[in-house]
C-alpha cells in the first residue's frame, strides 16, 4: 500500500479521531469499569506527559511487563504518542529472561504491575531502567517511583504526538525457540497493515465487541485484539486472566462479543467442555479466529458442531509480519488451511535456492509486503538471514493448493529425516489427536547413528483419562502411515511443556529427552 492509503500516521491519530467523532462511545469493557474514547485519550496524553518529563523521548525504548489490564493500553499508546518505543515483555518471564530482553532493548523506563515486584527486586542494578511506573499502586517500600492511578488524576500540560508512519512503533521479542529472544521490530506501517486489510477480510466494523484474554504481550493479541478494533472504534471486552475460563464465557455473554479470537488449545477445551445451553443460545458471537498454532481437524469439527452460528476463521501469522499474514476469506473457509494471502500481500513456497516451487508442493513459505518488519534489534546478521530481497523466510514449511490457500505442514526445524525420508510430524499429530482421550501430542525427531533420526511420539491424555497401550497406539497409526512413519518410541507424558500462547515447546522434549522419556507404557 501507498504511504497516502494508510489514514493515520501514527497510532495517537487514531485515538484522537475516535475521540473526535464518537467521545463518549464506551470502547474498554473491563469485568467492572468501562472507559469511553474521551476517557482513553485523556489518560494516554497525561501518562506521555509524566513520561516526557522524565526525559523520555523519539527513540527511546520504554517497557511493559504486566498482566492483562486497561493500564496496559494506556502504556502502549502513551509511550508511542512521544515517538518513543514500546517493549512489551512477557509477563510470564523470570528475572535472568526479564533482564536480558530490557538490557537488550536498552529500555529506559518500565511500566509495571507490584504483583511482578519479585523478578524486578535486581532491574535497577542489572539493567538499564531509571524508573518504574506501577499500574496497581506502588509498593509500600518503593517511595522513589510512582503510581499510574495518581498520573491518570492529575490535569498536565499537552505534549505533542512526534511518531511518523515509518517510524519504530513497537518491538516485539520471540519466545526464542533457538537461544536468546530476537527483538522484531515493527512499524506503524507494519501494525496499520494488518488493521486495514485484516479487517476488510473479517469485515469487522465499529458494531463489533473483540474479546480480549490472551497475553497482550503477544504479537497477535497486540494488533490484531487492540490495534484492530481500535483503527475500526471497535470495542474491547478485558479479561485479565484465562482462569477460570468459565468467567471469559461470561463476559462474552453480558458484553455481547461478536468476536472470538483464541488458539487451539482452548478450541479443543471448548469443544469438549460443558457449556451451558443458554450460552449456545444466546452468544452473539459471529467468528471464532483461530491462530498461534495448527487447529486439528477433529477439534474443528467438534467445535463447529457445537457452534453452528458462527463461522470458525484459521489463520497464520508471525511476530515478524506483525503478525498476520493470511486467513480464510468469510466467503469460502477449507479445513486444515491458514488460508490465503490478506490482500496486498505475496507468499511463495520455495525450495533452498528460493525458487518457487509447483503448486502442491512442500517447501519453506516466503512472505512479501507492508507486514514484513523492518528486522531484527541490532542483530544485522540474523536480519539478513532472514529477509532477502524483500521477502521474509518463515521458516515454516508448507504447500499452496491451485486457488492460493496456504497449508502449513511443519515448522522447517520440525522436520525429521528418517532412512532419508522427509518425515512431517504434524501428519502423525494429526491422526495422534483423533484418539479417544487425547488432549495433546507431539512428535519429534531424535538422532541416531544408523537412521538419521528415530521418531519418538509424546501423548498427553485428557484429566481422569487413563493412558492407552502404546502397542495400541502403534497398531492404529500402522493402519493410516507407511511403515517409515510410524514414531519408534511413543510415550505418555503428563504435561508437554508449552509456552505462554500454549505452543508445545519441542526443542525443550529434544534438550531434555532423557528426562521426558518415563517408562513405555
Known sequence: MKDQEF????FYE??????RHSGAKKIIYTEDRAITNSELLRYVDRLSAFLHRKGVTHGDKVAIYMPNSEYFIVALFAITKLGAVAVPVNNFLKHEELEYILKNAHAKLLVSASTLQKELQTVFSNTGIEHIVWTDGAPKNDAANTDLETILQTPCENVSSAARLHDLAVLIY???????????MLSYKNIFSNSILGSKRLGANAKDRFILYLPMFHSFTLSIMIVLPLYNNSSMVIVKSVFPFSNVLKQVLLK???IFLGIPTIYGALAKAKIPWYFRFFHKIRLFISSSAPLSENVYNRFMARFPKAKMLEGYGLSECSPAVSVNPLEKQKILSVGTPLEGYAVKVVDEELLELPVGEVGELIVKGDCVMQGYYENEEATANTIVNGWLKTGDLAKVDEEGYIYIVDRKKDLIISKGINVYPREIEELLYK??????AAVVGVPDEKQDEIIVA??????GIPALQARTVHAYLKQHLANYKLPKHIYFIEELPRNATNKVLKRKLKENIDRYLPKEA
Open 7 to 10: 489514514p493515520y500516521g501514527n
Open 14 to 19: 487514531m485515538l484522537q479521531h475516535n475521540a
Open 174 to 184: 520471540t519466545s526464542g525457540t533457538t537461544g536468546h529472544p530476537k527483538g522484531a
Open 256 to 258: 455481547r462479543v461478536t
Open 435 to 440: 484418539l479417544d482421550g487425547v488432549d495433546a
Open 458 to 463: 509424546f501423548i498427553q491424555m485428557q484429566e
